[in-house]
């Protein structure tokens, strides 16, 4: 039986454990796995266009288990009613192929995107950072916050959002959490003294969120809502000004930010600079620039955190997704046997 | 919601309408989705070898569904009482990106590949086939028998398997079915005036299941078994003598038995034989190779036909797979809220 974790159990454990202490956890996981990312057997995700979005599949392995998400980007979904991005994922035992642990993944990609942008600038914002721009306040914002304050201590944020209601969803949920929450009157505004912007914005679209001269020396861009063909949220020149650093080029090429740049525009690979191979921020005048787009392997963290975790708790239930007939080469015995057994059932009636 | 078909649904679903008219509705559902196969979005599968097997990502799209599969292959999976192939499947709306059906597919497979096998047969076996070679008695060989009969009507079968184990269970799920089963003593007995040879076996290695001079001319081979990089059945010498369709070059070439031929090596796409752009068998004296490896879009086939059977009947379960936030852009609100429950029945105990 395969392990299912719905989106009901794991935001009960979420909300048990803390979604502070839960992004931690997963951010030492992801930091681990970036460690040993020659491990990994990886591949740029498989995409699936639409005129209103895109349907990917996100694999990942090292030699103990298998992950991959499943994951949609639609930006028109929420006049529906509906999630922009949703997900869910498995994990599984390679050496069997059985796939042990089925999980909701809208919830936990928000938490493991959080997980990697404070990660990420634990190694490249200026030191003792304390102000965050953050725009874009949709479903991802939040828990964007809450990573940061968990890995860097950050507890002032400049907000932006083109929509009014965002904002005040925003100032809802973040109520009473101990942020210093200011919102901003536009984004140049936002970025006005902050140590790191962040951008979530979710429009499927070249915009441009920020331009160059927003941009003061040695701030760190964390641009998180550039993830696909066409939909961009830096203007070029930041691009040139800053040093750039992606988690999979072969894939960041076509997804992210730099797909606005030539083919052979320098990047740094950043599990190099997790360990030591190549140099994060060099200067405190440096502009840093994480083009992130998402990486099957932080889902791999992700799931592999999650799955160890259940051991206590009841925050799962058991599926029957793979067929386990008492001899395997009998699968033709399950539907057969049905038959029989209601022909049994008539016979005692 | 998603529905959730697993393999107890399956089982009773497939008994309740009985093997061969299921393997009859996916046959159809595979046939009007080869005519129309410029329409989809296809892609060869994502393959993750490891030392025991394969996990593999099958996934293909038209405008109005995405589908993918996840199937693993281990062939010493036997020895632990597991199955060698086992699977399950999502089907999506396109226009959202949700998931609207999770399915188990290990069972479904079996019915998928004796459906396209037998559609496929029936543009190129012999005219008034009656006797198929059946070698490789695992898992999916009850449900080729099946898919043969019902499609062609193929009642006499040789049978073989290096395994006597194998043959018996064979015997045992067939007998009162009204087939003419004879074992035979070796590959080559049961090939003997076979109008059609399926090969349906599981090692993960090149072996040599049919060799050249077993194979009369007029014969049509249906060759299930080699189907990953180092998996086999056929001797090249039969590639070269008879005339080779397959579902998708771009994967067969990687998986089938033309991984033993030149890159140039010619093949039919079978697809173009069901819309009549290509010839078929062109006389009684050919030999006709169907090497199968099984394709995306005979799995996006299947799951359709399985959603739209469920609309009458208690065969599904349904999942939170996905979130659904009462605001779609307040996820947050997912693990706040647990938190606030708690408090307050603190405050009411």
Not at 76 to 85: C, D, E, P
Not at 88 to 114: H, K
Request: charged share 20%; with cysteine.
């Amino acid at each position: 039986m395969t392990l299912y974790v719905g989106v009901e159990d794991l935001s009960r454990l979420v909300a048990a454990i803390g979604v502070e202490p839960f992004i931690t956890g997963i951010a030492e996981r992801i930091e681990a796995d970036f460690r040993r990312w020659e491990e990994f057997d990886k591949a740029p995700r498989y995409a699936s266009h639409s005129p209103d979005g895109v349907i990917e599949l996100m694999p990942a392995a090292d030699r103990a288990r298998f992950s991959f998400k499943y994951v949609n980007g639609h930006p028109k979904n929420t006049r529906h009613g509906l999630q922009t991005v949703a997900a869910f994922g498995v994990l599984s035992d390679v050496d069997t192929g059985y796939p042990v642990l089925l999980s909701e993944m809208t919830l936990l990609t928000a938490l493991r995107t959080a997980a990697t942008s404070a990660l990420v600038a634990r190694y490249l914002a200026p030191p003792a950072s304390r102000v965050m721009a953050l725009i874009g306040l949709g479903a991802q914002s939040e828990f964007q916050a809450l990573g940061f304050r968990a890995l860097l201590g950050i507890d002032r944020l400049q907000i932006w959002d083109i929509d009014p209601a965002a904002t005040d969803k925003f100032r809802a949920n973040m109520a009473g959490l101990g942020f210093d929450v200011v919102a901003a009157r536009s984004a140049p505004d936002a970025v006005l003294g902050a140590d790191i912007v962040t951008t979530v914005t979710a429009d499927k679209a070249r915009a441009t969120i920020l331009s160059d001269n927003m941009i003061g020396s040695g701030t760190h861009i964390n641009a998180v809502g550039g993830d696909c063909p066409g939909k961009t949220e830096l203007a070029p020149a930041i691009l040139s000004r800053g040093t750039v650093f992606v988690e999979y080029p072969e894939q960041t090429r076509i997804e992210g930010e730099i797909q606005q740049m030539p083919a052979d525009f320098p990047v740094t690979e950043i599990w190099r600079v997790i360990t030591g191979d190549a140099p994060g921020r060099s200067s405190a005048d440096e502009i840093t620039i994480f083009d992130s787009v998402g990486f099957g392997i932080e889902d791999f963290s992700a799931l592999s955190y999650l799955y160890d975790l259940l051991g206590a708790g009841d925050y799962t239930r058991r599926l029957d997704l793979i067929a386990e007939p008492a001899d395997p080469r009998d699968l033709f015995g399950l539907v057969r046997a049905p038959v029989v057994a209601r022909h049994a059932e008539r016979q005692h009636a």
